[in-house]
């Protein structure tokens, strides 16, 4: 089954970066195998309801790392690159995926002590 790609409209990073992010993460998790095809960019903004640019964007970026590979007729398929997160990487995307969380959270009203709370009674469960 193919990547499907998901937007937070809500996050504050932008729409190109998110769907890097996902590639680079289903790569990282195995996810995503070297050589598979990549949903084209027309379809992707298709589902996403964004312009082609923003996801062309992403490809071009990810093919500039050597992750994927374009080949013109053919697709964008994923490059043999092996993708690992460093710390710096991973801290981003925690900091990225809390900042997500509490946003979702706030619009429900909560606050960061109950979340804090819920959290901590969950560690000693």
Known sequence: ????????????????????????????????????????????????????????RAYTELELTGLVETQMGSGTFTGSVQVESDQLERQRLLDQLCQEFLSRASTHGFTLDDIIQNLTQRKHR
């Not at 932008?14 to 990282?28: E, W």
């Not at 070297?34 to 027309?42: A, D, N, S, W």
């Open 1 to 56: 089954m193919p990547i499907q790609f998901s937007l937070d409209l809500k996050s504050g990073v932008p729409f190109y970066r998110q769907i890097i992010d996902q590639v680079k993460s289903a790569m990282a998790t195995g996810a995503l195998q070297p050589g598979e095809r990549l949903p084209t960019v027309r379809q992707t903004a298709v589902d996403l309801s964004i312009n082609p640019n923003t996801v062309s």
